[in-house]
């Protein structure tokens, strides 16, 4: 579990190509992130309720209690750590997009690390054998297709049938200021996509478990033994800068606040850049034209994405690097335009969509709009009448202040 160094590295990267203008390195962290203290670092309100029993944590690379790992701190407290729970991207978060990953021991520990994208996604009753409670400590984005907060559903689930409490150490989400997008249609649920939200939802995780509990949306009818220990000096006015890449492809805060955005195109035939050196933060294709998207680029296999969507293809597209981050960070909406104009200008129309867009999208009408030429406005307002409800229900969970 020594990890530090690696983690060392990841933050001075992230934090390095951040596009953020002014010091937001590892010794000068912005303002508010100093105001701000995670649920794991608040070791105080949760040690008692690991005294004297077999812990399993639910984590990755994101896991961090000050610059030491939680798996770390909890062992030289003397908890007894039977097993980790890995996510998408896998414990230290180095997986590609959509790889398998496979468990093992730790050689230095004898710790179990099971993987949930893998064999399966669930823990079973035999990984639940002799865990007697789970910690679950993972940086999440705020996106409904961020496969984080799925992971932690189906831990809560198969926990609540087995009366195995929950702990969720809460964290900051960098998309915490605004709602938006379409509702998922229960019909379009998927792991990328469990719930009835918007795409953005501003929810912390730990209010967003709050919700799946609270709603009722677990699939078994036990309620799990949720308890959320909450974020100090944060409201969802916070800015916070994100000390780690939450995963391989969302590499610096512009593609963590483009994400919302850009993530629709993964149901189409464009590329966001995965395979280049700036994922979520271009877009572009071989068939669009030159003289309109002036900017080019071409995927090739990385180790983020050994098999990027126009792999060795030139394309033409958007360059978003120099968009303002100020700008990016205050949005309160997701951005149509790019996948609008996109699809006006792709002359193979039949082509543009596949398979996957109405699960990112959360239902069967986008794709219709898109299509017949309505504009982001006559979209957005087709979308209204179910934020407003949701709004409803995400008001009853909500542990910090408000940005309304």
Known sequence: ?????????????????????????????????????????????????????????????????????????????????????????????????????????????????????????????????????????????????????????????????????????????????????????????????????????????????????????????????????????????????LPLPPSPNLPNMRAVYLYPSLCLFEGTDISIGRGTGHPFQVFGHPSLPEDQFPFQFTPQSVSASPNPPQLGNKCFGRDLRDLPIEELRQKHQINLEYILEAYAHFPEKELFFNRGFEIRAGNNLLREQIKAGYTAEEIRKSWQEDLDAFKKIRAKYLLYPDYE
């Not at 944590?57 to 980790?84: E, F, I, P, Q, Y």
């Not at 990984?127 to 409670?133: I, P, R």
């Open 1 to 241: 579990m020594r990890i530090l160094y690696f983690l060392y590295a990841m933050s001075l990267v992230f934090l390095l190509t951040s596009g953020v203008h002014h010091p937001d390195g590892l010794n000068d962290p912005p303002r508010e992130n100093r105001q701000i203290v995670p649920g794991a670092w608040q070791t105080d309100a949760y040690m008692h309720m690991l005294e004297g029993k077999r812990i399993a944590v639910a984590g990755n690379h994101t896991s961090m209690v000050a610059d030491r790992h939680l798996v770390d701190t909890l062992l030289a407290s003397g908890v007894k750590v039977v097993k980790v729970f890995s996510p998408e991207h896998g414990f230290r978060g180095e997986a590609a997009d959509g790889e398998l990953v496979e468990s093992y021991v730790d050689s230095e520990t004898g710790i179990p690390v099971i993987s949930l994208y893998g064999r399966n996604r669930r823990p079973t009753k035999e990984q639940l054998e002799n865990v007697d409670l789970i910690l679950f400590d993972i940086q999440d984005v705020g996106a409904r297709f961020y496969t984080y907060i799925s992971t932690m559903t189906y831990i809560m689930e198969e926990a609540s049938r087995l009366d195995i409490p929950v702990v969720v150490l809460d964290r900051p989400n960098p998309n915490r200021h605004y709602v938006d997008g379409p509702v998922l249609d229960p019909e379009y649920a998927s792991f990328i996509g469990l719930h009835p939200v918007p795409i953005v939802y501003g929810m912390t995780i730990g209010e967003y478990a709050r919700m799946v509990c609270g709603e009722n949306w677990l699939i078994y009818d036990e309620q799990c033994d949720l308890t959320v220990i909450t974020v100090a000096g944060y409201d969802h006015t916070s800015r916070y800068v």
